[in-house]
């Protein structure tokens, strides 16, 4: 499924700071880089394509969903069906274990949290990423006790362990090294070809651009 944007814009009320994005489509397999410097709106793109804020018009359209035209409720509903969210500061539950983080978007969103096999599938995922993620020795760890790194590799996870079709991810390799920010990005991107996912990774990290087959700047979207 593609994401469509168009004609959006927002402004924070009360502050000069705003966002218009003409048009932007990204195909699903085709991962998309978005490149810009802090504070120049990448974040608060991204929360515009995931239906976190609501534009003040335009349309956000995922795949045959049009977010915009959804209620609050419906929005969150749709984004824990379908979107894979990796935040900036990982947004994880400091009190929950690492493995109660992986599948918190599973028991909270599909639908059939009281299916065992569906359980099953999904526990079955989260261990074979916590694996791949260098983070299975964590598993029953509470994450207020990693490092900031395995903190980013459990947002990660959670993040893909229920399959979404829509993966958006906020500076993802900030707080890793260069042999995990490349394993990290092969899991990512082998994710979006291999299961035809929408993939939108902003970043101000130049050094990512040769991974993607599409990037552009976030003020070259802007008008």
């Not at 349309?59 to 894979?84: K, W």
């Not at 939108?200 to 990037?215: A, G, I, R, S």
Request: hydrophobic fraction near 40%; proline fraction near 5%; aromatic fraction near 6%.
């Amino acid at each position: 499924m593609d994401l469509a944007v168009s004609d959006l814009s927002f402004q924070y009320p009360g502050s000069a700071f705003g966002l218009a994005v003409k048009s932007l489509t990204v195909k699903a397999g085709e991962p998309l880089a978005i490149l810009g410097p802090s504070g120049g709106g990448k974040t608060t793109l991204l929360r515009l394509m995931t239906g976190l804020l609501a534009p003040d018009k335009g349309t956000v359209t995922c795949g045959e969903t049009h977010l915009t035209t959804l209620s609050p409720d419906a929005r969150r509903q749709f984004r824990l069906q379908n979107i894979g969210l990796i935040f900036q500061d990982f947004a994880l539950l400091d009190y929950l274990m690492v493995k109660e983080n992986i599948l918190l978007p599973s028991q909270f969103g599909c639908g059939q949290k009281d299916e065992a096999p569906h359980q099953s599938s999904v526990l079955t995922r989260a261990r074979e990423l916590a694996e791949r993620l260098e983070i299975q020795p964590h598993w029953s760890r509470r994450t207020r006790l990693l490092s900031q790194g395995e903190r980013q590799r459990v947002a990660i996870a959670r993040a893909l362990a229920h399959q979404p079709s829509f993966v958006f991810a906020d500076e993802p390799t900030a707080s890793l090294d260069a042999a995990r920010r490349s394993l990290v990005m092969d899991l990512l991107m082998n994710y979006a070809r291999e299961k035809q996912a929408c993939l939108v990774v902003v970043t101000h990290d130049t050094e990512l651009m040769p991974l993607f087959p599409k990037h552009l700047r976030v003020e070259d979207l802007t008008v």
